[in-house]
């Protein structure tokens, strides 16, 4: 019985080594990545890049509703924590071990805005590991309002639009600042599947994803839940759009 306990605590003991070395590794590659995108383009250069876009919109030319839509249904302690969630990330290492894939990323707006402007979409470990290195960079370097603002500006909207102007003036033919509750409730759950949520293509699948959005927002204590049925029943120009031309 000793020796058996013996080669179990062996056996535990190399597997931990083993996933030591490997994370190391991991870390070690996943900080290259890092490395090689910032040698590229520094964060002062890449951010003066985007804001010189002619569709740039300031964080002040945004609906305070959409604004708080976002931080709700992305990372609803954006302002209370830095680069990282630990208790989303922790939640979401559990998720994916539970699951065996990479079901859950855990990202907060910054780990999501380092993915916009530095990196691929693709979902791999050593993305991951470069995308937390450069959060702690764009943490370091930019204001919590400022990433907001770069954030919502980079992000994909679905049919061809990549920044929030561009998406609030494609769906429903206005600047951000006058977008309805309605409107900018739905545009806010787009980014987190762009393909799925957009709203011309898939209206049913678009307005189920602003209802998670207006949950979180009432979840949140941002609305209420009379509140939330109020905005439901706003118009909203892409709903509009799509309806009568699918009558027509």
Do not use: W
């Not at 995308?131 to 980079?154: G, P, Q, R, S, W």
């Amino acid at each position: 019985m000793k020796i058996f306990k013996r080669i179990i605590l062996v056996i535990l003991i190399l597997v931990l080594i083993a996933i030591l070395i490997t994370g190391g590794i991991l870390i070690n590659k996943g900080y290259k990545i890092y490395e090689k995108a910032l040698n590229e383009i520094s964060v002062k250069d890449k951010v003066a890049e985007i804001q010189s876009d002619e569709d740039y919109t300031k964080l002040e030319d945004l609906p305070e509703f959409y604004k708080e839509a976002v931080i709700a249904v992305e990372d609803r302690r954006f302002y209370n924590h830095g680069a990282i969630d630990p208790i989303a990330l922790a939640r979401a290492v559990f998720v994916n071990i539970k699951s065996f894939e990479l079901r859950e990323g855990g990202s907060t707006i910054t780990q999501q805005l380092a993915k916009n402007i530095y990196f691929t979409q693709e979902k791999s470990a050593l993305r991951k590991i470069a995308e937390i290195f450069m959060a702690f960079e764009l943490e370091k370097n930019l204001d919590k309002d400022t990433i907001l603002e770069l954030y919502v500006n980079t992000s994909y909207f679905g049919d061809g639009y990549y920044c929030v102007r561009d998406a609030s003036l494609g769906y429903y033919g206005k600047e951000p600042k006058d977008m309805n509750k309605n409107e900018a409730s739905m545009l806010a759950g787009i980014p987190n599947a762009p393909s799925a949520y957009c709203p011309t293509d898939h209206l049913d699948l678009a307005k189920q994803r602003q209802n998670q959005v207006l949950d979180k927002m009432v979840k949140y204590e941002y609305i209420t839940e009379e509140e939330k049925n109020e905005i439901l029943q706003e118009p909203n120009a892409v709903e509009e759009k799509v309806n009568n031309k699918n009558n027509s």
